[in-house]
């Protein structure tokens, strides 16, 4: 009879406190062996004991809160020598082959360590634990030690150099650890970088400038943040000229979850503050409390907001001293990518700030604020980075063995994928890659993954366009390395994102997707956006959806909503000139715009539904000049919409054939002579009606009982629960842990690429 057991770990149990934990319940129940971290996750040998049973139930049931396992697996062991105690024996050697933690917010044990006096860590802004802090974004090689961190430059003092090495301690083997003796330090400075004041003189200064209405640029941990006093009109409006971003919603951070009420309109606190206090701390969407502590100008015209609570000690202080909600929005220059170095900083926001409030501790992995929709209890994913990246998901059945593989992504909204033993690694959000500063992060952040998961991939997967940057990287990368280059349409990869992320096997049959959002290339070069497809991971088959118009100017349609009515009514309504919207259309240019679309001229075809939302919110009355962020009109649109209090009206959009029916919809639409916001609720529900049809058509013709809903036009929240509505009949997926637009898209091309072989 065996004399001992071996018990293997596997999932998120490195860097995170996962080894005292194991030896301090060990201790607990008087058991001798020991623990280690080796290629594969965590080892752990127990000299048999009647206690081994209490052990393992409890090794999972109080696993510490950064910590996840996947599995455990436990095989006899013979000890030579048994031990007389419990240690921690040193990692074994090999590729790393476990989880990388994503960063996360402070725990409550430091909080409360850093606003109490006399505390040696007492308001340091650096404060962290094996339970909270920077992971991620200060990894530069794995293995993860603090050489090959961020935190090399900072050589531990006795003090923390003995919390570091105590099992006992939650510092042990805390990567970050540090204290105002011997780690980073913060200060404040002017535009020329001349240093104002240090550490708590700093943070004083730059909440008084706060206070005052001035803006300051706040370095975090994945990147810096432009900050202003929330609750003033002024300083508000100031940061938006001096940013140009006249419209957009700017996100909002309270100094604690009190202010929640103030500013956020819910029935329930406890999703939202529950989803707000998480290790993750996303920035959260939700109802905008009209008329309380945030001034009009965080988000005007829009019915939402994003609030989130401080994620790091420096923001804990900065929130603590300025005694008010402050606007943390992306610290870029209009058109450039987020600033992650302090000479970046200065030079890039030059004349956007008023002040910096900077730090040594340099930020290696670029990581955004998440944002996460709130609503109804349930979240639903808008934007994945901080907090989030990068865990990874476990693939679908048929997946477990799949070698590795690349996926580059889309272009905008850019995200890319490592798919390999069974687990996909999907990146943090990059952005949009025709910026050029952009595209050099993504190609950086790619090397890191890469060296951080000893990752050399055996194909790569592209998005069909042609155009695409990704693309091109992705045949040049294939090229080079000799290996499969597997083209993936746009849409289909919509799906099999969703799919995966439901766990959907390989060989589960088709499912019915319907895949709304801007554009996307589509079958024989076609540009798709509003779709019926039946699809499951290898291939899809195009069933319907909305009818191709023609996008005036091809981009310039995506920015002036009125061109895409313009398409819309020369296609589908006659008399469009005696129509009131008429009369907003440039009359200088519509001869050659006219002439140009039906001469095929820089007006491409499209089924886009995000254009057809352009289309009604211009007739409507938004945007219908230039939209000054992505999505503006139709946002403005579904916010008018939910103030509908008519259920019924007589606008439909029914099907010919497999194609939604524009010309009734926009004759009937026309002629519904109501209230605006009940015209925009029409639209919406005609749009699900018929969309919902069609689904249903397909599903019953394929003896399917599915049904997909994705693309970036699925984050609208009336036309997301109008759809579920018009199809309880069947089973519908949507995404929730990745976003519905292009953020998910890398997974489907990887899965999709995988399945092809």
Request: proline share 7%; with cysteine.
């Amino acid at each position: 009879m065996s004399n001992g057991i071996r018990i293997r770990v596997k999932g998120k149990v490195q860097g995170v406190g996962f080894r005292p934990y194991v030896w301090q319940l060990a201790h607990r129940h008087q058991l001798c062996g020991n623990v280690s971290n080796d290629s594969a996750g965590v080892l752990i040998h127990l000299v048999m004991s009647p206690q081994v049973a209490s052990f393992l139930d409890d090794l999972t049931r109080e696993c510490p809160p950064l910590a996840h396992i996947d599995s455990i697996e436990s095989h006899p062991y013979e000890w030579e020598q048994q031990p007389a105690d419990f240690s921690i024996a040193h990692s074994g050697a090999g590729a790393m082959d476990t989880q990388v933690v994503p960063d996360a917010a402070t725990c409550p044990s430091c909080l409360q360590e850093l606003m109490t006096p006399g505390n040696r860590r007492y308001h340091y802004p650096f404060i962290n634990c094996t339970h909270c802090g920077p992971r991620f974004t200060i990894i530069r090689h794995m293995p993860y030690d603090r050489p090959n961190t961020a935190m090399a430059t900072f050589p531990l003092c006795s003090p923390c150099a003995a919390e570091y090495q105590n099992p006992a301690d939650r510092r042990f083997h805390a990567q970050p650890t540090a204290c105002p003796d011997c780690g980073p330090h913060a200060w404040v400075c002017d535009a020329n970088g001349n240093a104002l004041a240090q550490g708590d003189a700093a943070l004083e200064l730059a909440a008084r400038a706060l206070q005052a209405g001035q803006i300051v640029a706040v370095k975090g941990l994945g990147g810096f943040h432009l900050a202003c006093d929330a609750t003033q009109q002024h300083a508000v409006e100031q940061l938006r000229l001096r940013k140009h971003r006249p419209g957009k919603p700017l996100a909002v951070m309270l100094p604690d979850e009190h202010w929640l009420s103030r500013c956020a309109q819910l029935t329930d606190e406890t999703p939202a503050i529950n989803l707000m206090k998480s290790a993750a701390a996303p920035i959260v969407l939700l109802p905008l409390q009209r008329g309380g502590a945030l001034c009009d100008a965080i988000a005007p015209g829009l019915s939402e907001v994003g609030l989130m609570l401080p994620a790091n000690p420096l923001q804990h202080l900065l929130l603590a001293l300025s005694g008010r909600p402050l606007v943390m929005t992306s610290g870029n220059a209009s058109g450039k990518p987020p600033a992650l170095t302090n000479a970046q900083a200065l030079d890039d926001l030059n004349g956007l700030a008023d002040l910096w409030l900077l730090h040594n501790r340099d930020i290696v992995q670029r990581a955004d604020d998440s944002l996460v929709r709130c609503h109804d209890g349930a979240a639903e994913m808008l934007r994945r980075a901080r907090g989030y990246v990068p865990d990874a998901f476990t693939l679908p059945p048929g997946f477990e063995h799949q070698p590795a593989l690349l996926a580059m992504g889309a272009d905008l909204k850019n995200t890319f994928c490592l798919l390999r033993d069974g687990y996909a690694i999907v990146s943090q959000h990059l952005g949009d890659l025709t910026d050029s500063d952009v595209e050099q992060q993504y190609q950086n952040a790619i090397a890191l993954f890469e060296d951080i998961y000893r990752f050399t991939p055996t194909a790569i997967a592209v998005d069909a366009h042609p155009g695409y940057i990704s693309h091109r990287l992705g045949h040049q990368r294939a090229d080079i390395a000799g290996i499969a280059c597997h083209e993936v349409l746009h849409h289909h990869a919509h799906i099999a994102a969703c799919l995966a992320e439901h766990g959907w096997p390989r060989n589960a049959g088709p499912v019915v997707g319907l895949t709304l959002d801007g554009i996307g290339y589509g079958e024989k070069g076609q540009w798709w956006g509003g779709e019926c497809l039946l699809a499951d991971y290898r291939s899809c088959f195009h069933r319907g959806g909305l009818p191709a118009v023609a996008l005036p100017g091809a981009d310039l349609a995506a920015r002036q909503p009125w061109r895409n009515l313009l398409a819309q009514w020369l296609r589908f309504v006659p008399d469009w000139r005696g129509q009131p919207q008429a009369a907003n259309f440039p009359q200088h240019a519509l001869p050659l715009l006219i002439k140009a679309i039906e001469r095929g001229v820089q007006s491409p075809y499209s089924s886009s539904a995000g254009r057809l939302f352009d289309a009604v919110a211009a007739a409507t009355g938004f945007g219908v000049r230039e939209q000054s962020w992505e999505g503006e009109a139709a946002c403005q649109l579904e916010t008018l919409a939910w103030q509908s209090d008519v259920q019924s009206h007589p606008v439909s959009m029914p099907l010919v054939g497999n194609l939604l029916d524009l010309e009734t919809f926009w004759h009937e639409w026309l002629a519904y002579q109501a209230a605006p916001a009940r015209r925009a609720h029409a639209f919406h529900v005609a749009l699900a009606q018929g969309l919902a049809a069609l689904a249903r058509q397909v599903a019953r013709e394929e003896n399917t009982h599915t049904i997909v809903l994705s693309g970036g036009v699925l984050h609208n929240r009336l036309l997301s629960t109008l759809l579920r509505q018009e199809l309880t009949d069947f089973t519908v997926l949507q995404p929730r842990r990745l976003p519905a637009g292009d953020g998910g898209l890398s997974l489907g091309q990887a899965l999709i690429a995988a399945a092809r072989g």
